[in-house]
């Protein structure tokens, strides 16, 4: 993911330079592109913070801890499995806002894989 990000931020950082040497020239392109660099540089990291590093499963639901050490409790409403290889779960937080969360299965033991598979199926159940 980390790779992809950086991928994509350099292509817009370079789109918004061509863009505006174009019109503006090339001093006026480097500072665009800069403070798009910027900008999407630190809208990255804060994504990254964000991001649960540890989970913890509960009887509906999963507690994660992002970077910060911030823990939260969200209900599982939805689930998704790609054979035994990436679980996608839709998760509601207590502020009634939906996020997704993807656990790939050599992230975490397939035992551990194979449990929230199964508390994920019933957890959604429920809301549907």
């Known amino acids: 993911m980390r790779g992809a990000m950086v991928g994509f931020i350099a292509v ?4 918004v330079f061509q863009c505006v040497a174009a019109r503006a ?5 480097c500072v665009a592109a800069f403070t798009c660099l910027a ?28 970077r ?4 939260q409790y969200r209900r599982i409403t939805g689930c998704a499995q790609w054979s035994d290889r990436l679980l996608a ?3 509601l ?5 939906s996020v997704s969360f993807l656990v ?3 992230a975490v033991g397939r035992d551990t894989f194979r449990e ?12 549907l």
């Not at 817009?12 to 789109?15: G, R």
């Not at 020239?25 to 392109?29: E, I």
């Open 25 to 29: 020239g090339q001093f006026h392109a």
């Open 12 to 15: 817009a950082v370079v789109s």
């Open 39 to 66: 900008a999407l540089g630190l809208f990255a990291r804060a994504w990254e913070r964000r991001q649960p590093v540890a989970f913890r499963l509960g009887p509906d639901g999963l507690t994660t801890w992002d």
């Open 89 to 91: 779960l839709t998760l």
């Open 93 to 97: 937080s207590s502020g009634a806002r």
């Open 104 to 106: 790939a299965a050599d």
């Open 68 to 71: 910060a050490g911030v823990a």
């Open 116 to 127: 929230l598979a199964v508390r994920a199926r019933r957890g959604a159940r429920a809301y």
